[in-house]
C-alpha cells in the first residue's frame, strides 16, 4: 500500500497498527487490510461481538493488536498498540475447557495471571501449533469484573515472521457468574455430603459398636452358664477367624464372622438349666428340648437390619446342621448349609471336644482333631476339614493361649 493509501486507510478506520506503514510483505498487508474492512462491517451493522486482530512474532512475547473493534476500546480505554498491555494487565483469570476421558467429561482448566505470565511463551506455541484457540479471560474493565469468550482462528506468514490472530471477544458475564454460583453451590454440597457420610458413618460405627456391646455381654452371660470361664465364644471367634481367612474372604467378612459367632448359642437363654447343666446322658425328649436352641436363637436375632445380626441369626439356625444332612433342626445338606453355619459347626465341635463340659471330659489336642479328620465328609464339609488341617500350627497356638486362661 502506498503512504497516501495507508493515510487514508488509518483515518477511515482508526488505524493504529504497525505492519501496514511496516516493511512487510504485499500479501500480510493485504490479508490485514481485507480483515479490517470486514471488522468494520461487521461494527457498523451492529455485531454483538468485540473483534480483534492480534499480531506477535513467534521468537518474542511482545503482543500487539493491529486492529480492535469499538467496544474493546471504550472497554480498556486506550488506543490499539496500547491495548494489548492494558488488556494483559486488567486479566484476573483465564478458563479452558477441553474434553477428557472415555466417556468424556468435560474439564475446565483455571490459570491466574501470574501463571499466564510464566506459561505466554508455551501457551502461544500451543495456539499457533492447534490454528485456533477458545477460552474464557475474567478481566476487569473499568474497575467491573467482566467474563469474556475469546475465539480466534490463528495465521503465519513465516516470511514475514509475524503471526496474526483473527478473534473475536462474546460478553458471558451472565451465564459465568451462574456457573460460579453453579459451582460454589456444587462445592457447599459436596463439602455438606461429605460431612454428613462422615457424620453417618461415625454414627453407624457408634451403633454396630453399642449393638456388639450389648450383644457380646448377653452371650457372655450365657456362655457362662455351661463354660466355667466364658471363654468359649472367644476361642470360637479365634477358630472360625482362620478357617475364614483360609478360605479367602475380606477382612471384612471375616471380621464379621468373628463377631456373629458368639452368638451361636444365645437360643439356650430358653432352655431351662435342669437340661442344659445336667451331668449324664440327655434322654431324647432332653434332647429334644436341647435342640430347640437354634430355632430359638434364629426368632431372638431375626429381622435385625445390622449384617452382624443378618450373619449371627444364619449361624444360630444352622451351626448344628451336618454335611450328611443328619443334623437339625432342619436336615440341610452339603453347599446347602450356609457357609457361616459350616464353619462355626467345625468350629464349635473341636472347642467343645477340648473343653471342660458339666457332661463329658477334656479331649486332648490330638484326638479332637482325629475326630474332626474322621467326620470329614460326614458332619463337615471336607474343604473345611482340609483347611483346618492346613492350618493345625495356627489353631494349635489358639487352643494353647486360650486354654492357658480357662
Partial sequence: MKTEHIKLFQQEFNYSGQILPGTYSSALKTRLAKAIMLIDSMERFGTPTIPYIAAWRPDSNHIWYEFCGSKFHTMLAGNSVELANAFREQIISRSLYHRQG????????????????RMRSSLRRTVMSAGEVEAVYKVLANGTPVWLKDMAKVEMFDDDNIVLSFGSLVDVSNEMILQEALEETQQELNTNKKNLESLVEKRTQELQKSQLEVV?????????RNDDTGMHGQRLSEYCSVIGSALGLSKGLVRLLRDA????DVGKVGIADAILLKEGALTSTEFDTIKTHCQLGADLLKGGDSKLLKVAHVIALTHHERWDGSGYPRGLQGQKIPLAGRVTALCDVFDALTSPRCYKATWSFEKATAEIHRLRNVHFDPQLVDLFTENIPKIRRIYSEKNTGR
Fill in 102 to 117: 472415555n466417556p468424556s467429561t468435560i474439564v475446565k482448566i483455571i490459570r491466574d495471571k501470574e501463571q499466564l505470565n
Fill in 261 to 264: 459367632v458368639p452368638m451361636h
Fill in 216 to 224: 457380646s455381654r448377653l452371650t457372655q452371660a450365657l456362655l457362662y
